[in-house]
């Protein structure tokens, strides 16, 4: 049992960052990883030693945050200006810094699955398998969540990419 | 766009760019997108994307953990 828990601790982070991702507001995400912690350490003697026990911790925090969200999404905003400003202060650069609000908004932008999926994989490396247990779907389920986010992200990229080269975009139209 | 292709498999390429695959499979996909321009520009399409959400979040892993997260494993 004692072991458990620091192994828990050490996958703290990750919630974290991947609670952020989700729901951006920082107090909301920090709640959120509370309760998996919460319900992850009264479920310990559940979890199997020598399975995945990052894929369980998340699966918890999926659940908490299905269960959560319509709760979450009612309750009155209290939050800050500062906390709903885009997280740009891990930037390099500047010129990078709006291709990165652009990718902000569009995961944003995703149908909830296909972001979540997008999330599991993109940012956390988790493979099909991993996100199919925490998710609670079949593989194919993951495949396609995972291709569509893919492609929506990259439609977006690109035609914001278009819009901001407008006037190429036309000179290259025009010649053709 | 996502080429339709039979080889790689989205998942084995999902698995190069998380840098999961053996350096024979990384081969041979690397083989691949040499020989097909759509299948390499949506390798580097979905690349700039994990590197983008790494850029945007990966901040946080190096943010002190708040106290409240860290008093629940002293609770009984």
Known sequence: MGEVRYLIREHIPALRRYARALLRDRDQADDLVQDCLVRAINAADQWEPGTNLRAWLFAILHN?????????????RHVTVDSEEPRLEYLPNQVKSVELGELERAIRSLPEQQRITVLLVGLQGMDYKEVAEITGVPLGTV?????????????????????????????????S | MSPRRKFPSEEALQAYLQGRLSAAHRQEIEAAAAEDPELSAWIEACAAQNRGMH????????????????RVFDQE
């Open chain 1, 64 to 76: 908490v945050y299905v269960s959560d969200r319509r709760k979450l999404a009612r309750r009155p």
């Open chain 1, 143 to 175: 495949r396609s969540r995972l291709s569509r986010a893919r492609e929506a992200l990259q439609r977006i990229l690109n035609d914001t990419q278009t819009a901001s080269s407008g006037e190429l975009h036309v000179t290259k139209k025009e010649v």
């Open chain 2, 55 to 70: 850029m945007l979040y990966d901040g946080i892993l190096n943010e002190p953990i708040p106290e409240n997260l860290l």
